[in-house]
């Protein structure tokens, strides 16, 4: 059974910085995406960041590119999420999901992924 555990946020300043972690067990192949994704309150959930597991091909949403940064380790199954110079705006719950590999690369397109994990909580404060 796929499972994905997210873990790393908390509360942090304006400008300060985070780090996401996103574990994943259960998977029979390394060819899959994992996407980062955040749903602030009475928002729409978003893809933030998304990566191929096996060749490492990424996805940055324009809100995030120059200060998020995605990346994999492959031993460790795990894929995080650095987060540099952190506003209010980027205040939300971050879900980790995993789904097949897109075509051209990983899309970060919800629907696409179907194995979500729990979110953790990011606040940003002013």
């Known amino acids: 059974e796929v499972q994905l555990q997210a873990s790393g946020g908390g509360l942090v300043q304006a400008g300060g910085s985070l780090r996401l972690s996103c574990a994943a067990s259960?998977?029979?192949?390394?060819?899959?995406?994992i996407g980062w994704f955040r749903q602030a309150p009475g928002k729409e959930r978003k893809g933030v960041s998304c990566?191929?597991?096996?060749?490492?091909?990424?996805y940055y949403d324009d809100s995030v590119k120059g200060r998020f940064a995605i990346s994999r380790d492959i031993p460790k199954n795990t894929v995080y999420l650095q987060m540099n110079r952190l506003n209010p705006e980027d205040t939300a719950v971050y879900y980790c999901?995993?789904?097949?590999?897109?075509?051209?690369?990983?899309?970060?397109?919800?629907?696409?992924?179907?194995?979500w994990g729990r979110g953790t909580l990011v606040t940003v404060s002013s």
């Open positions: 990566i191929n597991f096996a060749r490492g091909h990424v």
């Open positions: 999901a995993a789904g097949p590999p897109g075509t051209w690369g990983p899309s970060c397109y919800g629907p696409v992924y179907d194995k």
């Open positions: 259960g998977f029979t192949s390394d060819d899959y995406d």
